[in-house]
């Protein structure tokens, strides 16, 4: 069962493979070349880790052809999306909300590559089914 700690351990764990990831490659790179390097630091890691996770849409019951990708999902639990650009925008935060609550995931980490240092370009995210877990 997930609690606030699990939930929060899996995430510090994927910062400090972000962090891993940034500190041997540095910025500027394209963010699929982050996606696939953050992937494989996590499996190194002993991290469950899923790449371009596909989530069925469905608008009034229809569902929609193009399906929404989830660049990582991490045992289950916790979202990333990788992003290398110049500025973190409030749309990036509004879209991994969105994420978030379609499938009912506890917790999303935005992390953008483009920048001095991870933790700057960090933002981490929780939803209402977050609160719901037991603390521990």
């Given amino acids: 069962m997930n609690t606030q700690k699990y939930v929060n351990d899996i995430a510090y764990k994927v910062v400090g493979c972000a962090i891993e990831v940034h500190n041997y490659l540095g910025p500027g790179l394209l963010e699929s070349i982050y996606e696939e390097s953050l992937a494989e630091e996590m499996n190194r890691k002993g991290l469950l880790v899923k790449r371009q996770v596909l989530v069925p849409i469905f608008y ?77």
């Avoid at 009912?104 to 609160?131: R, Y």
């Fill in 60 to 136: 009034k019951g229809v569902e929609i052809t193009a399906p929404l990708r989830i660049d990582l999902l991490v045992n289950d639990a916790v979202i990333v999306e990788v992003k290398a650009v110049e500025n973190i925008l409030p749309i990036f935060q509004a879209q991994l909300l969105t994420y978030l609550k379609l499938t009912d995931k506890p917790k999303g980490l935005l992390i953008n590559f483009n920048c001095e240092s991870v933790t700057q370009g960090l933002v981490p995210l929780v939803t209402n089914e977050f609160a719901k877990l037991p603390k521990s």
